[in-house]
């Protein structure tokens, strides 16, 4: 395994700055997102990307496939748009040679990611997964014919209203497994794992199913915003080794990301960060 940035935590570059930071800091991957690849364009970043010698360990995100919940014509209409969009995502992810498309399912139908709740929102959590299934059913084949793999990923309890309603590896597991792995697996983020009991247990499951392995600290207290609580590692409660030898035991030889969501990370200076980032890399995570 080897060192990867997720561009958002250096939020502050662009494209062409995070790929030019990941070639001058030594590191061999990066993992982007769509909202950056679309300000550079899809094929510029592609070039760009090819051009640093850089692999893309992961494309962020596909998936907020929920809303096809919602009642009536406004259901379909939203599980129509979230389709077609996911298969864009698709498409980029081919284009870019992206290790995976990080899908973050989405939570509850009607409820919008840091929004009061609306009138009319759905509370069937049960239904919601159940449309995240029906999703799957129409992706998967589509990522296969492109040569793109899937990656759920299930994300800490606390964002299941409104970000995912998968928050164990084992629920995220139970969707996958109906597929060939080359079309659908998992990520370990250890941000969204680390307190669960069966971690362990379900990483042994994954085995080659594991599509990335995404790290960063979960920071006490946490902070007013909780989606901004990821921290550098060391700086948290997060105890990385055993983690790290379990996705390892379990056949993934990939990419290992740094993905930090944090208000202080972003407002630093982003070749501070990466070479902060390679020094808590080596001192808490690589075995």
């Known amino acids: 395994m080897s060192l990867s940035l997720n561009q958002w935590t250096t939020r502050r570059w662009s ?16 993992g982007l997102w769509r909202e950056k690849v679309a300000e550079t364009g899809l094929a510029r970043s592609a070039k760009l990307v090819r051009e640093a010698g850089l692999r893309v360990s992961s494309l962020c995100r596909g998936g907020f496939l929920t809303a096809g919940g919602l009642p009536g014509e406004e259901g379909r209409r939203a599980f129509a748009e979230a389709l077609d969009d996911n298969r864009r995502a698709v498409d980029e992810a081919a284009e870019l040679g992206a290790a995976c498309l990080v899908m973050v399912v989405g939570g509850l139908p009607g409820v919008r990611p840091g929004e009061a709740l609306p009138a009319g929102f759905s509370r069937d959590v049960a239904g919601a997964r159940e449309r995240v299934a029906e999703a799957l059913a129409s992706l998967a084949p589509y990522a296969g014919e492109r040569g793109v793999k899937l990656a759920l990923e299930p994300l800490h309890p606390i964002y299941c209203p409104d970000r995912a309603v998968l928050s164990t590896l084992g629920q995220a597991l139970d969707l996958a497994l109906p597929y060939p792995e080359e079309q659908v697996g998992v990520v370990v983020d250890t941000f969204h794992v680390w307190w669960d009991p069966a971690l362990f247990e379900q990483i042994a499951r994954a085995g080659r ?41 379990a056949g993934y030889d990939g990419d290992v990301e740094v993905e930090i969501f944090n208000a202080e990370v972003w407002a630093a200076d982003p070749d501070e960060v990466l070479a902060t980032m390679k020094e808590r890399y080596a001192d808490f995570v690589a075995l």
């Open 15 to 30: 494209l062409p700055e995070a790929v030019d930071g990941c070639a001058r800091h030594g590191l061999e991957a990066i």
């Open 209 to 249: 199913r594991i599509a990335s392995y995404q790290v960063c600290d979960y920071l006490h207290p946490l902070p007013a915003d909780v989606l901004l609580g990821r921290g550098m590692m060391g700086d948290g409660v997060i105890g990385f080794p055993p983690i790290s030898r379990a996705v390892a035991a």
